[in-house]
């Protein structure tokens, strides 16, 4: 496979936003309490961890990015959660889809197979992980099969 090249465009942009970015802040230490007490579930209790797991708690609200390009989506996201948040809500759903399936008699494309299907699918977990909206979240998981399964997360938000 050839290697697409880079124009000098390309370049002086990819330079430009590398300088506006800043370094992520250093996790605190947390104590071994505390890490205790969140347990596997990301700072949910077993019985709250346990019911959401099996999709016996209701989402307070719902986001669909379906259609929607990476720049809206991500700022879709932001406003939803942070509202969610500032409301009180703790139970979200965001709606990502499972990406489009290939169609069983189209031609073999290398590129869009290397690129994947369902962009905002992989993009929304690690939008969840980013500074501006990781203090707010208490844990994320899929979804359970009647909100959505793969095509969906659920985002426990911390109280405020």
């Known amino acids: 496979m050839k290697k697409r090249v880079t124009t000098p465009e390309e370049r002086v942009l990819f330079e430009e936003k590398f300088r506006e970015t800043s370094p992520l802040a250093a996790e605190p230490n947390a104590s071994k309490k505390s ?45 939803f959660l942070r509202s969610a948040h500032v409301r009180g809500m ?20 290398l ?15 690690r939008w969840l992980k980013e500074p501006a909206l990781a203090p707010l979240i208490a844990t994320t998981q899929w ?13 426990y938000l911390r109280k405020r």
């Open 111 to 125: 590129e869009l197979e290397m690129r994947g299907r369902g962009i905002l699918k992989s993009a929304v977990p």
């Open 35 to 79: 890490k205790a007490k969140a347990g596997a579930s990301g700072g949910l209790d077993g019985n709250t961890a346990d019911r959401l797991r099996r999709g016996l708690l209701e989402p307070q609200a719902r986001l669909d990015l379906h259609g929607m390009t990476e720049a809206d989506a991500h700022r879709a996201l932001l406003m």
């Open 143 to 155: 979804s359970h099969r009647r909100h959505g399964g793969d095509g969906a997360l659920y985002v």
């Open 90 to 109: 703790r139970l979200v759903l965001v709606v990502t889809g499972k990406g489009k399936p290939r169609e069983p008699d189209a031609p073999f494309d």
